[in-house]
């Protein structure tokens, strides 16, 4: 039953025709963390640092479960956390919200007027003013240096609609489809975003001119790529942005992305990192000038190659590799003040850390603890404003300096002084080819050695994402403790922080040494005279469910229940069914079809479907119809086969979702299946019932 009351609070909004989303009263009745407590938590985002270095512009999302949607406005607050304060109160979100006019005024992005357009008020959040009208609206935008200019992300249209090659049909719907990539993650690719640069006086933008107009090419790249895609040089005469100019076929089967230098003087376009073949991405201009920092990949085709940090001297064009000595990929990167060093954020033994490298390759630790640490913001030189999360809470803004840390919001803990907790360890369990694995267990609070608990075995996807010290809204392991059970979540092979070798040893091995890597921490973990080992369950999400489905064939019972989301069932069909098939390719090994691949070969002879014989544990099936990364058909697939086979087995199928699971009641109805489904098999003595 509940353990916690939630009351969506709701206000007029401006207009007074939308209900404002925001901060919800929640009360919690037993002091457990529960699904109604990680819903109410604020959800803090985006910090942007004043330029005189002052205060700190941030935003904070809400969900109404309600109105079944989120929420975001905007905060500010002194450097040192002093006077936070929140500026907006609307009904429609703010988002991209950068401090200008020296900080008197803040541009951002609302929908306000209907499409997202750019808007600009007073740093007090008075006077709001429409400074854009884009057509198709404004997915994000970056400011020039001298704040005259502007980079606009819109989308133009791709491809051919049934009227453009047959005016008589103006209500047919048929795609007609000549070339790969037609689709992509949860859309039918009929629209790509291309940069456009435009004047902006600070109350109006105006001539927007399209830097890429008639080439078939996205910038920024799909479908997680933004406003990190692009950097100003400080004296506003140039823009790079980064492209993977392909389409169809090449597209599909490349990660090649290239930095580009477009001239505002002379309009033209020239390619920085031609040559190089993998990723390159998140381009940043020293302070100075002097240098271009950028994230670099160096093997096309491979989306999970180590990420370096490269350098490009701009008077003379010679690169540098700036990690080339460091054997882990960096995620983020920011240059400091002074131009001669980079911070970054890397995994790294199971958390991630802030670091920072100088131009003579040096590499120090900035921060780093039991934490993931997020966005940096040098304030300084020796100062960065960061975001930072644990498996026990979400992101919250901190002050680092020195070694030291001051927290600087507090948002949730008005939340957090009405729970207890669960506890979080750090185990190195022995693999089968004598190494040591970085292992999370995650026990319930008031946990009890004397007492059994049955467990939960937490697959990573990916299959290269790291299970570092992440909050996640729906894999959230603090929630599965806190529901009674032992959550023991190992970093096996093929995950990134623990070198190059480890990261990439999954790649053409699936259903191989990864798989004993699982059944090591469980069976190492089982050993634990707490652990009930009879109710052991079993879950994951893409790569993850594709490990839950091939576990359910060879874990030699080991498992009592099995819960996968959006897994590969059958990886011969995922093969063809995907759409970025420089990931199947690579991962894979190759094509079914090519029988002189051997890693191909092994890899399709461990197809999870091929085991469904051997399913013994009753299992659940979640999946979305919007996912075109991995589609609905792999789960029905692996729902029918268990059906057939007499496995207890339930399946949930969402129409509205893609391969994640993203609208609150949806998300709500997620939990409560999950939980309801591991109640009923891991813990067989208790009386189950939804969990609400």
């Known amino acids: 039953m509940s353990t916690a009351v939630l009351l969506t609070s709701v206000s007029c909004s401006q207009n007074e025709t939308e209900n404002v989303i925001d901060k919800p009263a929640f009360k919690s009745e037993s002091g457990v963390f529960s699904i109604e407590a990680l819903q109410a938590f604020g959800r803090v985002s985006d910090p942007q640092i004043s330029p005189d270095k002052s205060k700190i512009l941030y935003g904070i999302s809400y969900e109404s ?38 900080g008197d005024k803040i541009a951002f992005i609302s929908s306000e007027s209907g499409k997202p357009q750019v808007w600009t008020m007073n740093a007090d959040g008075s006077n709001r003013q429409l400074a854009s009208d884009i057509e198709n609206g404004v997915n994000g935008f970056v400011l020039s240096p001298d704040e005259k ?3 606009l992300i819109s989308n133009i249209k791709y491809g051919a609609t049934p009227e453009d090659l047959y005016s008589d049909l103006p209500k047919a719907t048929g795609r007609v489809i000549t070339d790969l990539m037609y689709k992509h993650w949860d859309e039918w690719v009929t629209e790509i975003p291309h940069p456009f640069v435009a004047d902006f006086d600070g109350v109006k933008v105006s001539n927007p001119i399209d830097i890429m107009e008639g080439e078939p090419y996205e910038a920024p790249m799909k479908p997680f790529g933004g406003v990190e895609s692009f950097a100003w040089s400080p004296d506003s005469k140039n823009l790079i942005y980064v492209s993977r100019k392909k389409e169809g076929l090449e597209y599909a089967k490349s990660t090649n992305s290239d930095l580009f230098l477009y001239s505002l003087e002379d309009k033209t376009t020239k390619n920085l990192t031609e040559g190089m073949m993998g990723y390159d991405t998140n381009p940043i201009y020293s302070p100075d ?38 054997d882990y990929t960096v995620n983020s990167i920011a240059w400091n003040p002074n131009s001669q060093s980079v911070y970054f954020i890397a995994h790294h033994q199971g958390v991630t850390p802030i670091f920072s490298v100088t131009l003579e390759k040096e590499i120090s630790t900035i921060a780093e603890g039991i934490c993931d640490y997020g966005v940096v913001l040098p304030v300084d030189e020796s100062t960065v404003i960061a975001l930072k999360h644990s498996m026990l809470a979400p992101d919250e803004i901190y002050a680092i300096n020195n070694g030291g840390e001051t927290k600087l919001t507090s948002v949730n803990d008005d939340i957090f002084a009405q ?19 970085t292992t999370w267990v995650i026990y319930p609070q008031d946990f009890d050695k004397s007492k059994k608990y049955p467990a939960i075995l937490y697959c990573q996807g990916g299959p290269q994402q790291a299970v570092s ?14 529901n009674g059970y032992i959550v023991i979540a190992p970093n096996r092979r093929g995950l990134p922080g623990f070198g190059t070798e480890w990261n990439e040893q999954i790649s053409g091995d699936y259903g191989g040494q990864n ?8 069976d190492y973990m089982k050993q634990e005279p707490y652990i009930d080992s009879d109710h052991i369950g079993a879950t994951g999400a893409s790569y993850g469910g594709f490990s839950v489905y ?17 897994g590969i069932f059958n990886t011969e069909a995922q093969y063809l069914e995907t759409e970025e098939m420089w990931f199947a390719d690579w991962d894979l090994g190759g094509a079914f079809w090519d029988k002189e691949n051997a890693t191909a070969q092994r890899t399709f002879s461990q197809s999870p479907h091929k085991y469904v014989d051997k399913w013994t544990a009753p299992i659940m099936i979640s999946h979305g ?68």
């Open 550 to 566: 091939w576990l359910a064939g060879n874990h030699d019972n080991r498992f009592a229940a099995l819960f996968a989301h959006a």
């Open 515 to 522: 798989m004993k890597d699982y059944l090591s921490a469980v």
């Open 149 to 151: 200019h502007i980079l």
């Open 65 to 102: 479960v309600e109105e079944n949607k989120s929420n975001r406005d905007l905060y500010v607050m002194n450097i040192d956390g002093s006077d936070n304060h929140r500026i907006t109160k609307t009904a429609k979100s703010e988002n991209n919200a950068v401090w200008i006019n020296g």
């Open 419 to 437: 729970l207890k907790m669960p506890i979080v360890e750090k185990r190195l369990v022995p693999t089968t080819d004598g190494k040591e694995m």
């Open 625 to 692: 119809e919007y996912d075109f990364r991995i589609l609905a058909s792999q789960g029905m697939q692996a729902f029918n086969a268990a059906k057939l086979r007499g496995i207890p087995c339930e399946m949930v199928i969402y129409p509205d979702e893609n391969h994640w699971i993203l609208k609150p009641q949806n998300a709500i109805m997620w939990q409560r299946l999950f939980f309801r489904w591991f109640d009923r098999w891991l813990k067989p003595g208790e009386k189950m019932e939804d969990n609400n």
């Open 469 to 482: 010290q992440f909050w996640s809204y729906r894999w959230n392991f603090a929630l599965m403790a806190a």
């Open 289 to 326: 000038g002097k240098y271009v920092a950028w994230l670099s990949m160096e093997r096309d085709g491979y989306e999970s190659d180590k990420n370096r940090i490269f350098i490009l001297n701009c008077e003379n064009g010679e690169k540098i590799d700036l990690t080339s000595d460091w």
